[in-house]
Structures are given as C-alpha cells and as structure tokens.
C-alpha cells in the first residue's frame, strides 16, 4: 500500500504459484549454416551436426540446441539429443552404418523455439583409418625405425652400448662364492609360464647363469612351476653346459617340476632352502604374493640374492629383502645383454632412441610454451601445440 495526497494505491502483485511471464521474453533466432556429416576416423554408426551459435546465444533468451532425427526429408522427426548453450557440434551415435537420415536444429528457451531448415541427406560409413591418431603413426614409424636399424647393426656385428646393470656385475661374484662354499645355487624362474615375456627373461638370464656355473662346476637347482618351463630351462641348461664344453656335467635333476598351485610351490622352494642352504639365489622372472616369501627365507639363511622383476607391486619386497634387484626394464635389459642376441640387442636399442626422441619433444616442447610466456609470441605457442598434438596420443 502507498499512501499519497490523491488517496490510497494498490500494486496488484501477481498470486503465489503461477507461471512467470514469458510475453516480455523474445523467440530465440535459429542457429546458422547447418551441417550433418559422417563423423571422420571412426568405425561407422555416426553422424556430426554441426552449426554456429543463434545471434541470442550469449543472452537470456536461449537455453540450448534439441536435434531432432527423420529417415525422410518429410517424415516425423525425432529427437536424439540436446548440445547445451555454447555447444556448436553434437555427435549422434545411434545411427546404422549406410543408412540416409535427415536432421534439424531447434534453438529452445523460456519464449519459445524456432528450428532450422531440413538437412540432408547424411550417412554413416566406416573408414579405413582414423587420421586424427596420425600422431600414432608418426611414433611407430619413428620407434620401428630405429629397432630395425640397430637389429641391422648388431646382425652386421657392430657393438651396441648398454649400460652396466649393477646385478649383472654382481653375478660372477655370487656364483664364485656358492662355490667356495661347497653350497648349490638356486635359481627360481618366476611362476608364470613360457607365454608371459618375464618369464623368457628369465630363462634367458638362466641360460648365461648355466654357463658360468658350467665353468665353476658348481650345483644348480631348479624348481619349476610350469611344464613347459621346465623343458625349456633344461634345454636351456643343456645349451649352456655344452657351450661351456662341459656336457657330462649336465642332469636333467637340475631342474624339475613341483606344482601349479602358488603357495604349494613356494612352499616346495623355502623347504629346499632350509634344507640346502644355497649360497645364491636368483629371482629372475614374474611373481607375485610370493617374492616377499621366498625372499624372506633366503635372506635368513644368509643367502646372496639377486633379484629382476617387471610386477610393480613386487619390486619393494625385493629392493628390501635382496642384495640386488633389476627393476622393471632392468630385466629385458639384461636378457639381451646377456644373450647378446641381435633382435633383441636391437630392439632395446631402438625403443630406447624412441624414449629419447619423445623425451627431447617434451622438452622442446616446454621451452617453447616458456617462450611464448616471455615473449607473447603466437609462433612459439603454434610450434608447442604442434610438438603436442604430434606426440600426446589421445
């Protein structure tokens, strides 16, 4: 109520609950030069609509942009989606691959909709290549390169460089020791079988371990968990002791199957160890819950342990409880040092260049958005995006 000279005047306001008024409120424009096509790159079952913004995009009089779908340019229309406020692409993915459909764009808000022409006809199909993961190729090619490259160096017998790994140092002494000792060497092959590439690593790393115990006419045992591990590591062995040109040496009791089941297994080996004593054991494979059991009963019966694993979840127990241990890579590393196999001395080589190039784009590609920061020059931004896009595989 307002009182004034004139008498008394009611502002009527309007009764609880009603709808807001909306005749103030403009009809939303339609947005601009629609478009339907085949989504690019993708196995097929797609379409992209794309548009520009409603001129009221930016104020009050729009919330959003419905698609809406027909099989026919006059059919009924259905709706498959709404792209929010801003949006300018939707993708409709539930489209049949070669199948013809026809869209429209509906701008919606409070004062009503208006809706674009007919578009169409649009079809999905699948390509044979998704160039937007070109940058996919560009790192393969790179990496694939440089592995050929370097396996036809090593084939041609130039020398590749490798770094010393501290446990491979480690193995000589560890084998001259069990054999001042008078005591076996144990060598444990991980639990996996010959499918599971630590589990090759290994076994290859067994092969020069063979050898050099071959020279020292020291006892090695061998406990397996798999069948076919174990026909291989007496292969292996076998392979070793002959090139060491010690073949009658060489018993298939150096190595024998114990049992599937996991902890049946690690059960087996701790009993060989409280009972043998060896005076070095090697873990050179792919464990789990039973790394930190075996190598606790090594290290309590004061065993040298030499360790090599690729299980993340393993690698403290044996960084603690081992006198060296290869970590992760460490272990391929040293089966193709050891083996000195040209495949394999090749394709450590060459992913290691691949590292690198990727490694030195990082880089590059730091400085340049540093660059760009200090400077406020776009080329240096470009250049950085175009390292990224080229090198951050989506």
């Known amino acids: ?112 909709s208006s809706e674009t022409a007919v578009i169409g006809p649009a079809r999905s199909t699948a390509e044979w290549f998704n160039t937007n993961r070109a940058n996919v190729l560009v790192i393969g090619l790179l990496i694939s390169g440089a592995v050929l490259y370097y396996i036809a160096s090593a084939r041609k017998g130039k020398k590749l460089f490798i770094r010393r790994i501290a446990g491979l140092e480690a193995v000589q002494d560890a084998i001259g020791r069990a054999t001042e000792m008078g005591r076996p060497i144990l060598y444990i092959p991980g639990i996996q079988d010959m499918d599971d590439v630590q589990t090759v690593a290994g076994v290859t790393i067994l092969g020069y ?59 087996a080996v701790d009993g060989i160890m409280v009972r043998e004593k060896p005076a070095t054991c090697f873990y050179m494979g792919a464990f789990f819950a039973e790394a930190l059991i075996m190598a606790e009963t090594g290290n309590s019966i004061g065993a040298i342990q ?35 196999e040209p495949r394999q001395l090749g394709s450590l080589k060459g992913q290691d260049v691949g590292k690198s190039i990727a490694m030195l784009a990082i880089a590059a590609g730091a400085a340049l958005f540093t660059l760009n920061q200090i400077t406020r020059l776009e080329w240096f931004a470009s250049a950085g995006q175009w390292l990224k896009n080229l090198f951050i595989v989506n």
Not at 21 to 45: C, I, L, W
Not at 239 to 252: I, M, N, Q, V
Not at 316 to 329: H, M
Request: glycine share 10%.
């Open 1 to 112: 109520m307002l009182q004034c000279l004139a008498g008394t005047v009611s502002l009527a306001q309007p009764p609880a609950g009603s709808p807001p008024d909306t005749s103030a409120v403009a009809v939303p424009r339609p947005p601009g030069n629609p478009q339907a096509e085949d989504t690019k790159g993708d196995e097929g079952g797609s379409i992209t609509i794309k548009w520009t913004l409603s001129p009221d995009d930016t104020s009050g009089f729009i919330t959003g942009y419905e698609i809406f779908r027909s099989a026919g340019p006059a059919g009924t229309f259905k709706s498959v989606g709404f792209a929010s406020r801003g949006a300018a692409r939707f993708a409709d993915g539930s489209t049949f691959e070669d199948s013809s459909y026809y869209y429209k764009i509906v701008a919606t808000g409070p004062g009503g």
């Open 209 to 267: 371990v063979a050898r050099t115990i071959a020279e020292y006419d020291t006892r090695l045992e061998v406990p397996t968990s798999r069948s076919i591990v174990m026909s291989t590591a007496r292969e292996t062995i076998k392979a070793a002791f002959l090139s060491a040109g010690r073949p009658e040496k060489y018993s298939d009791d150096m190595v024998h199957y114990v049992t599937d089941e996991q902890f049946g297994y690690v059960a």
């Open 306 to 340: 030499i360790a090599g694993t690729a299980m993340p979840a393993q690698l403290p127990f044996f960084v603690a409880a081992c006198d060296y241990t290869l970590i992760g890579e460490e272990l391929f590393a040293a089966s193709a040092y050891l083996s000195n």
